[in-house]
């Protein structure tokens, strides 16, 4: 890994970690990501190299697990981690402490972690207080752990995914307003939950918009506020307002302003600042679907684009900060120079097949599907890891059943390979492997539904039980090699 506490994933033995954290009576901080992923990147450039976060190390046990670690997708199921990356706190007796969030700035985020190594609750157990009669004894830092909790990454650990919303819009309204910063994150996040649907409860829309309009016109708050005002713009302002309303047309301008000076703030990352600038693209398309976004604002970009490509030295980071500035591109109807930029990066990306993922979306949107499927093959033959390589592989078969199913041999060769790589072993079929599969059959399930294809998917279902007879014949896991093809759906 890039620097930092944390050592190289390939052969951390947990158990052993928690056992010196039990011994040395020091919480245990894990740190789940993956070498492709942008996010990833971009914590270990910017958060895990500054020299308060070093420092402030010698609190907590580091532990970073690789997703394509062995045992890793396993270990992934047990401490309920699925999407890079995800980082948990944990007291030295091995209980949760806190889901950290990754998305907030490294300032903000050093002031949750300092508060997650100081409390001695968990946050399951804030969370009770919150939503019980002891609500008017938490303190403001519990609030600001409630409010800076990873929400999008709890996978079940505090609330049921469809309690999410509900659970968020209890928050809000309990939260007292004189601890602002968090009760403007619950709300912002309550508002995203319920406009995504995650959960049957819904917010006064008079009063959330009339909340997030505060926001917007305070500079400090929306500074506070940045990585939700950017990540759920395009939601959050869907929701609240109709189309061609007035009502609409006045929170975009508020909201186009706000995202102007974080593109401009310098205390944000690059990426960051080139992620405000394709919201403001989305926003625009949010005002007018039909229409192509302002040339200012479309020369912003591509100049913000450049000057961060010449800029920015860092490998990891540039794997953050180039796939921020590609999206941005394409969403300022700039695709040709999205591609241009992503292709000069091959030789220089530390993943390089990531950039030909994002090749082949942006084709797909362009509505070239022979190039799209030759970037997701490209891309397969490249990456590396065996998680990845799975994730990797299975994406491309799934693009072959969307974009040119009457290719059968081209599908069969794609779906043979990607299980006769599989590792005939108990921890293949864990976390995101197993999720991966699942989506895998429903796509073959529903290319089947033409009767030229039924021998195809046969014999994908005969080479994965050939596969799953490898396994110990004890082994639990070999029920779920058998079915994970045969699923109706994921079951994650």
């Known amino acids: 890994m890039n620097g930092g506490p944390f050592s190289d994933g390939a052969n951390v033995d947990v158990d052993s970690a928690f056992a010196r954290a039990r011994s040395e009576h020091k919480p245990l901080f894990l740190y789940w990501g993956a070498s492709w992923c942008p996010p990833c990147n971009q914590v270990k450039a910017t958060l895990f190299k500054r020299l308060d976060f070093i420092e402030r190390s010698s609190q907590f046990i580091p532990v970073y697990v690789d997703g394509d670690q062995p045992n890793a997708q396993k270990l992934g199921e047990r401490f309920r981690v699925r999407g890079y990356p995800t980082m948990i706190l944990f007291a030295s007796d091995g209980a949760e402490i806190t889901r950290l969030p990754g998305e907030i700035d490294p300032q903000q985020y050093l002031q949750v972690l300092s508060l997650g190594l100081g409390t001695g609750r ?3 157990a804030t969370l009770a207080s919150a939503l019980g009669a002891d609500a008017a004894k938490l303190t403001g830092e519990d609030w600001t752990l409630l409010a800076s909790y990873a929400w999008d990454t709890d996978e079940g650990q505090l609330v049921a995914p469809d309690r999410i919303a509900s659970t968020l819009v209890a928050l809000a309204k309990a939260c007292p307003t004189r601890y602002l910063p968090s009760s403007d994150r619950l709300a912002l996040r309550a508002i ?7 959960g049957a409860v819904s917010v006064d ?5 009339a909340h997030v309009r505060a926001v917007l016109d305070d500079a400090a708050r929306a500074r506070a506020q940045f990585d939700l005002l950017v990540q759920w713009a395009p939601v959050i302002a869907g929701a609240l307002t109709d189309p061609g309303s007035v009502e609409r047309q006045q929170l975009l301008e508020r909201w186009d302003a706000r995202l102007a000076a974080f593109a401009a703030d ?3 990352s690059t990426a960051d600042r080139l992620d405000a600038l394709a919201t403001r693209a989305e926003l625009q398309k949010l005002g007018d679907p039909n229409a192509p976004v302002s040339p200012a604002l479309a020369e912003a970009i591509r100049t913000a684009a450049a000057q961060a490509d010449r800029d920015t030295n860092d490998r990891f980071e540039r794997q953050a900060v180039i796939s ?3 999206e941005a591109l394409s969403a300022a109807g700039l695709e040709a120079e999205s591609d241009a930029l992503l292709k ?3 030789s220089r990306s530390v993943s390089p097949y990531y950039q030909m993922i994002e090749l ?8 070239d599907a022979m190039a799209a499927l030759d970037w997701y093959e490209k891309a397969y033959a490249a990456a590396q890891g065996p998680a990845t390589r799975l994730q990797w592989g299975a994406r491309y078969v799934m693009a072959l059943t969307e974009l040119a199913p009457a290719q059968q ?3 069969d060769q794609a779906v043979g390979r990607v299980i006769d790589e599989l590792d005939p072993a108990p921890e293949t079929f864990y976390g995101r492997n197993r999720i991966v599969l699942e989506k895998l059959g429903v796509a073959l399930k529903a290319w089947k539904s033409a009767p030229v294809h039924e021998a195809s998917v046969d014999r994908a279902l005969a080479r994965m039980d050939a596969v799953c007879q490898k396994l110990p014949a004890a082994a639990p896991e070999r029920a779920v090699c058998r079915d994970v093809l045969r699923r109706s759906g994921p079951s994650g």
């Open 205 to 209: 829309r008079a009063r959330a918009l």
């Open 409 to 411: 041999d081209r599908l």
């Open 122 to 124: 968990s946050a399951r």
């Open 344 to 346: 000069a990066e091959l």
């Open 266 to 268: 310098t205390g944000l």
């Open 360 to 367: 082949a979306v942006n084709a797909r949107k362009r509505g």
């Open 192 to 198: 995203g939950a319920t406009a995504a649907g995650r």
């Open 324 to 326: 921020s500035a590609a």
